[in-house]
């Protein structure tokens, strides 16, 4: 197991915004995908952004434009910059890290919540 400890949820105000942060800790893997998945009760878990150690991102269609993910995945950190924050866009975030052997580690998720 690779503990990731997750930081930076809370309460917001429509149009606010947060910054959500991840580190692992123990041992580093040097190649790996990082990034963040989201969950609303009752629906499944949504990939949001994810970084790979060669800097190539990705993002889910209704966070582009406001949300910006970045980190050094080599050295195990990945931050996600929320703008422009809706109240769709509340729920349970979740830091993940990939293996090249596609092996999955969970950080214990974070509560993001928007109020209109």
């Known amino acids: 197991q690779v503990p990731l400890v997750e930081s930076g949820g809370g309460l917001v105000q429509a149009g606010g915004s947060l910054r959500l942060s991840c580190a692992a800790s123990?041992?580093?893997?040097?190649?790996?995908?990082m990034g963040w998945y989201r969950q609303v009760p009752g629906k499944q878990r949504e990939l949001v952004a994810s970084?790979?150690?060669?800097?190539?991102?990705n993002y889910l269609d209704t966070v582009k434009g406001r949300f910006t993910i970045s980190g050094e995945p080599g050295k195990n950190l990945v931050y996600l910059q929320m703008d422009s924050l809706k109240p769709e866009d509340t729920a349970v975030y979740y830091c993940y890290l990939q293996l090249p052997d596609s092996s999955n580690f969970w950080g214990q998720g974070t509560q993001v919540t928007v109020s209109s």
């Open positions: 123990g041992r580093v893997f040097i190649r790996a995908t």
């Open positions: 970084i790979t150690t060669g800097g190539d991102t």
